[in-house]
């Protein structure tokens, strides 16, 4: 049985940093692109950033240039979300789950999510 969880989350002030991680039990990230996503209370889910799988190119969403990079650590099975310079605007809970990564992100695997980590930003 695959399952993704989702880790690092916090709260912490605006100017802040966070390291997200997704793991997966049942599942080798290395196989697959992974994507980042995000939750805000009323708000739709958003497309953060992926990672391509066995190359290291990657795409983050034009909010979070700059701020946050994705990156594998496939010794670990992991998929890291660094978050620096963090806003309130980043705030909500953070999903990962396997895409296709290119000029956006479009889930694989529907019946992957987890229940994902929250990220709080405020002062």
């Known amino acids: 049985q695959v399952q993704f969880v989702e880790s690092g989350g916090g709260s912490v002030q605006p100017g802040g940093s966070l390291r997200l991680s997704c793991t997966a039990s049942g599942f080798t990230l290395a196989d697959s692109a992974i994507g980042w996503f995000r939750q805000a209370p009323g708000k739709e889910r958003e497309g953060v950033s992926c990672i391509h799988a066995r190359n290291p190119s990657t795409y983050v969403v034009g909010s979070v240039k700059d701020r946050f990079t994705i990156f594998r650590d496939d010794a670990e099975n992991t998929v890291h979300l660094q978050m620096n310079n963090l806003k309130p605007e980043d705030a909500g809970v953070y999903y990962c789950?396997?895409?296709?990564?290119?000029?956006?992100?479009?889930?694989?695997?529907?019946?992957?999510w987890g229940q994902g980590t929250q990220v709080t930003v405020s002062s």
């Open positions: 789950v396997p895409v296709t990564c290119g000029f956006g992100l479009r889930v694989t695997r529907n019946d992957y």
